[in-house]
């Protein structure tokens, strides 16, 4: 096997194009937030927000499961071991990271409560999550501390994807292209 199932490729580009807009939305709303504009216009911000951060939760339950059926590609034999082990760890740090920031975000709102997304819908209470501001407060800080961790693992790894591309074309990035 030479490259991902189509699948895999799918839920990673729509991954990929959710985290560009849910970091968007989560610095616009916040900064609405922190000057205190509390209008319909945030309200929809966070609610696209928490609508948008389930789907991915959704959608990476899917990529576990995907991963540990289908095992990933092996590298060409021009990739060192060293860098095939780091790709590897970075991989795995993805997708803890990206399991944990919408667990927390998800834990966050259980706890405020303030589980209305948009049109109405609610999402379902974490099991488990007491309603405790202070505790939903901790668990914003730590929703954005690692969203940001995430961001600057997310860059690293773009910037890895393009070394492939650009420079070493070894059919690397083509692998988790879209089309073939
Ligand atoms: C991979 C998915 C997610 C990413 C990358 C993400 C990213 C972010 C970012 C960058 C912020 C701004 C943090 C700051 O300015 O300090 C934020 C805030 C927030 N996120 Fe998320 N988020 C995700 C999923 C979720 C989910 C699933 C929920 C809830 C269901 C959620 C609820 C919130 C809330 C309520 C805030 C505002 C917290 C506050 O006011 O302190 N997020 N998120």
Known sequence: MTSYSLVQRALHWLVALSLAALYLLGLWMTTRAGANLWDDQTNLLYGLHKAL???VLLMMVLRVFFK???PAP???ASVAPAIAWTAKLMHAL???LLLAVPLLGWAGVT???ALITISGYHLPPMPGVVQ???LAKQLFALHGLLAFTLGALVLCHIAAALV???FKRDGVFERMWPAK
């Open 53 to 55: 951060g389930a789907t």
């Open 68 to 70: 540990l059926r289908t």
């Open 74 to 76: 092996g590298y060409p």
């Open 94 to 96: 993805l997708y803890a």
């Open 111 to 113: 706890a405020y409560p």
């Open 132 to 134: 405790n501001e202070t």
């Open 164 to 166: 492939h591309l650009v």
